[in-house]
């Protein structure tokens, strides 16, 4: 199990992270669903609907990542477009063909494979060591069983042994990897010189005809959004829980009635050398018996565990279940501390086993779970109560709709209020989609009602009502004209300075001299091109070291224009031994990359793939 462990986290880790497949897009139900009747779906591959909720909940994903790079002040409707919602579907479509593609080759994965797998993974481990409790409260809030999480992961895992089927069999050559490396390590010395656009704006006059005309072609431009402010009310399991603490009896009866639950199994320490033949095995076992003391130095040396060889063999504390059977049996049999045996054979080898500590079975203390108690013990009362509110609390902002407080009252909730937002950029929780397309509705604009309420999260309803609103407007020409002229100041200025610029690069260019303020030299690379635009990294790293100085120019938007005299080509600095393996890695997973998006391409081709584009542009 000790390097399997190993294997298994990196597994994972591709399986949910880097290969194609986040199944949670689609589920294991979407199987069961897909004999439904089309209407609702976005597409069909091979017989199997990606239904419009599979592409809402992407498309949420997807969104919900972009705005925790950018900011709550992202505007997730500005790339809610045609061409991005295309490329979203093709990414799904991807996903769902090499999912199919996993079932019909009836990869599997064993229950030993599984269960090493969940016992490895992070999330469900304290202080280091598998936790079933926590490992059922989280799949708990998550709404998942035990059971439907695994059929998930032991999908998952079969998907990725196929995927990495498919990549690891690409080749990257030595040379190619070679050359990318060397391409990527170029570097050039160079120098700027900046034509300022500001020195031209003394020189630009704009008359109200220009401002007016560009005003009348770009209007779409000076049109405020239509916007609301917005009042809200949250009822969540949460909150619900907090209103009636837990009570010291309460968590008391708790801990007794689940004791078996907080029982710590006996654990055992141990460290071992692990090596491939019996006879290597016992000599080691013989030679630690005479000198225990040097048993960790054996183990870095001869351990063919990398996981535990250069920690002199240790494996740390464990308790049944979590190692193979042979070694297990071996070490649970050991009467006391510093105690040797082997060899012992298991599925990996042949092991040198000594045992470096025991704590006995004990069960964990009142106070030491009194915080997790309360927790869970609140979160069950908060479901429990929110099961019984929640239709209430529908009812009642749909019964009396012109105010939320009748609701807020009763369910000792917050009245909260939001600052004014347009369509499509609404603070959370409104972003909801089908709570903000509620709020720009007729009957919550015109009639002032109550949204219904909706489910923007498990076990949390919100219910919304506009306190004020402001129809898209067209600004008066007075009102933004110093805008306008001040924008076209400085494209004009900027234009002037692009003109004198390029005047000037003519002049270099040709041999001539040019009054310009150059700045120091600096050392740019390929990889690292530092404040180049793409076009200037392609001439500067294109220019022909035989043929230097060179200089180029671009513009720079409102800044001027700016030019770049290449000094000389600097040799690249010696790669290292570590780096040409990292070189070589990243050649073999390109190649992996590109020889797995060609495998998907041909599924692609054989695939019969509806799409309904109705449903695809519905929002």
């Known amino acids: 199990m000790f390097d399997t462990v190993q294997k298994k986290k990196r597994l994972v880790q591709i399986v949910l992270a880097l290969i194609i497949i986040p199944f949670a897009f689609f589920g294991l139900e979407s199987y069961t669903r897909s004999m439904r009747g089309a209407g609702d779906d976005v597409a069909r591959v091979d ?16 969104q919900e990542r972009l705005r925790a790079v950018l900011g709550r002040g992202f505007d997730a409707s500005q790339l809610d477009t045609p061409e991005t919602r295309r490329a979203l579907l093709d990414s799904l479509i991807g996903q769902r063909l090499v999912s199919d593609a996993a079932v019909r080759a009836r990869l599997g994965v064993g229950d030993e494979a599984l269960r090493e797998t969940i016992l490895a993974l992070p999330a469900f481990q304290r202080d280091g060591k598998f936790d079933p409790a926590l490992y059922r409260q989280l799949l708990g809030a998550q709404g998942m069983t035990e059971q439907s ?14 995927t990495r089927a498919i990549a690891d069999t690409a080749i990257a050559s030595r040379a190619s990897a070679e050359r990318q490396a060397e391409l990527a390590a170029q570097r050039r010395e160079i120098a700027e010189a900046l034509v300022p656009a500001a020195q031209f704006l003394p020189r630009v006059a704009i008359d109200e005809a220009q401002a007016k005309k560009y005003y009348e072609e770009n209007a779409a431009q000076f049109r405020t959004p239509e916007r609301v402010r917005a009042e809200f009310v949250i009822l969540s399991a949460d909150a619900l829980g907090r209103q009636e603490p837990v009570t010291e009896e309460e968590l008391k009866k708790s801990y007794e009635a689940r004791a078996a639950q907080f029982r710590v199994e006996e654990q055992r320490r141990a460290s071992h050398i692990l090596v491939k033949s019996n006879e290597e095995a016992a000599r080691l076992a013989a030679e630690v018996r005479k000198n225990p003391a040097q048993f960790a130095e054996l183990a870095k040396k001869h351990s063919q565990d990398p996981g535990s060889a250069e920690k002199g063999g240790d494996l740390g504390f ?8 042979p070694f297990e049996d071996a070490v649970f049999g050991m009467k006391k501390d510093g105690e040797i045996t082997g060899p012992v054979q298991s599925e990996f080898g042949y092991h040198v086993i000594r045992l470096t500590g025991v704590q006995a079975a004990r069960a964990r203390a009142f106070e030491d779970v009194r915080n997790e108690l309360a927790a869970e013990l609140a979160k069950q009362k908060g479901a429990k109560k929110f099961a019984e509110a929640a239709e209430a609390f529908g009812n009642l902002v749909y019964e009396q709709p012109d105010s939320l407080a009748p609701a807020a009252e009763r369910f000792k909730l917050q009245v909260r209020k939001t600052d004014w937002f347009a369509r499509g950029a609404a603070p959370p929780p409104l972003d909801a989609p089908k709570l903000q397309a509620a709020l720009f509705s007729s009957d919550a604009l015109q009639a002032r009602r109550n949204t219904d309420a909706v489910e923007v999260a498990p076990n949390v309803l919100v219910a919304a009502r506009v306190a004020e609103h402001q129809s898209a407007a067209q600004r008066r020409f007075e009102e933004v004209k110093p805008e306008i002229e001040a924008a076209l100041k400085r494209r004009e200025a900027a234009r002037l300075a692009a003109a ?4 000037r690069l003519a002049e270099l260019q040709k041999g001539a001299g040019a009054a310009l303020q150059w700045s120091a030299p600096r050392t740019v690379q390929v990889s690292d091109p530092k404040g180049l635009t793409p076009e200037l990294r392609r001439e500067v790293f294109g220019a022909d070291p035989s043929k230097l100085p060179a200089y180029f120019g671009a513009g720079r938007g409102d800044e001027g224009f700016v030019i770049v005299r290449v000094i000389r080509a600097v040799p690249p600095e010696p790669r290292t031994d570590a780096q040409k393996t ?5 050649a073999q997973r390109r190649a992996g990359a590109e020889q797995l998006g060609a495998w998907v391409d041909a599924l692609r081709k054989r695939a019969e793939i509806k799409v309904n584009e109705a449903n695809l542009e519905k929002k």
Not at 47 to 62: H, T
Not at 149 to 162: I, K, P, S, Y
Not at 500 to 503: D, I, L, Q, T, V
Not at 582 to 586: F, G, N, P, T, V
């Open 47 to 62: 017989g199997v609907a990606i239904s419009q909720r599979d592409f809402s909940e992407a498309l949420r994903q997807q």
């Open 149 to 162: 999480f695994e059929a998930r992961l032991r999908h998952d895992l079969a998907v990725g042994q196929l």
């Open 318 to 325: 464990f308790e049944r279940g979590m190692m193979v059977k």
């Open 500 to 503: 004198e610029g390029r005047s």
């Open 582 to 586: 990292a070189d070589a890695i990243a």
